[in-house]
């Protein structure tokens, strides 16, 4: 019997899954899931700064090493996720009183030593998630507030200068042309008119109630594709409003991931991951208040590791 991975093989299509250290240490049947049914990983936090600083000058790599180390075992295409973002920065972080030229220097050593570290062993990095804001305006950050927005060129420079990963930017809510995803577009022409290296675009597709049409996700992926960017669908789940769920959620879940995966195929996307592994250990339910908005069931396999109709899906799509 193929399993998923050997359907992306064959296809020499990426899917992945985030993942969360302590189930791979402790939980046999993680780890095996993993192995067996995706050729690509990403940490779910692991590699955020919120994780890797436990103080200013000091790193702990100690659950990104981890996962990267499993994926790189496996033989997979590893995703490190997020070197510049505005959430989960360490609590010291809140408390200190910087200058602007600390913060740069902070971000770029930063940066320097995190994609260094990872250099033979990460092929793809979020450098910058989420910049933009949801009407399309660039996001005001500490980031952007201390460095300006030249930040966002500078952090794909400092990546590039050690690291072969490709380069991306990152977002949520743009996966459809959209006013966020236009202003992504404008964003990224100019970093590429301005010659930063930037590779790629990530859309996140967290398919969240309102699920984005596939159509609109197919002529989205084309544009940034024309300006010469590969784009990857890297954190896709796919849940309903609570409430709102129609009779057979499973069919429709699935008919949803098999969708997107013939209209990542047909524009010439190959890469996509979905966040988390098995519906038990998604985000959604312990994410802010969404586990009441959303019935939190959007992932591939179930809790107890079996193998939902969207995992049969996603195999038959590709
Ligand atoms: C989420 C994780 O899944 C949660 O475990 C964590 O508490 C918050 O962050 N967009 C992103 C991801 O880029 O990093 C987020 O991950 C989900 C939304």
């Known amino acids: 019997q193929a399993t998923l991975r050997d359907a992306a093989d064959a296809q020499e299509f990426t899917i992945g899954a985030a993942l969360d250290p302590n189930a791979l240490r402790v939980d046999p049947s993680y780890w095996k ?3 067996e049914n995706f050729n690509a990983v990403t940490p779910e936090n692991a590699l955020k700064m919120t994780r890797l600083r436990p103080s200013r000058h000091t790193y702990d790599f100690k659950n990104a090493d981890a996962i990267v180390n499993f994926g790189v075992e496996n033989d997979m295409y590893v995703r490190g996720h997020t070197l510049v973002w505005h959430n989960q920065k360490p609590e010291w972080f809140q408390a ?25 062993k990460i092929d793809a990095w979020d450098v910058v998630n989420e910049a933009v804001d949801d009407d399309g ?50 964003l990224v022409e100019g970093l590429l008119e301005d010659d930063v290296p930037i590779d790629g675009v990530g859309l996140q597709l967290h ?68 966040w988390g592994v098995h519906d038990g250990s998604s985000w959604i339910r312990g ?29 038959e799509g590709l």
């Open 33 to 35: 899931t993993v192995a």
């Open 96 to 120: 200190w009183d910087y200058t602007d030229e600390q913060l740069r220097t902070f971000l770029r050593d930063h940066i320097h030593t995190v994609a260094g570290r990872y250099r033979a």
């Open 137 to 186: 305006s660039m996001r005001r950050t500490v980031w952007s507030d201390g460095l300006g927005e030249d930040y966002i060129a500078d952090a794909f420079r400092w990546a590039d200068e050690v690291t072969d990963a490709d380069l991306f930017y990152n977002d949520y809510g743009a996966d459809e042309i959209n006013e966020k995803s236009d202003a992504i577009y404008d």
């Open 207 to 274: 398919a969240l109630g309102d699920w984005p049409d596939p159509e609109s996700i197919a002529e989205n992926i084309q544009r940034f594709q024309d300006l010469g960017l590969e784009v990857h669908i890297t954190e896709m789940d796919v849940a309903f409003h609570d409430g709102e769920e129609p009779e057979n959620p499973l069919e429709e879940q699935a008919e949803y991931y098999r969708d997107v995966v013939e209209t990542c195929l047909d524009v010439g996307c190959d890469n996509l991951v979905t």
């Open 287 to 315: 994410f802010k208040d969404f586990g009441q908005r959303y019935t939190g069931d959007p992932l591939l396999f179930d809790g107890r590791y079996g193998e939902k109709p969207a995992y049969d899906a996603v195999k």
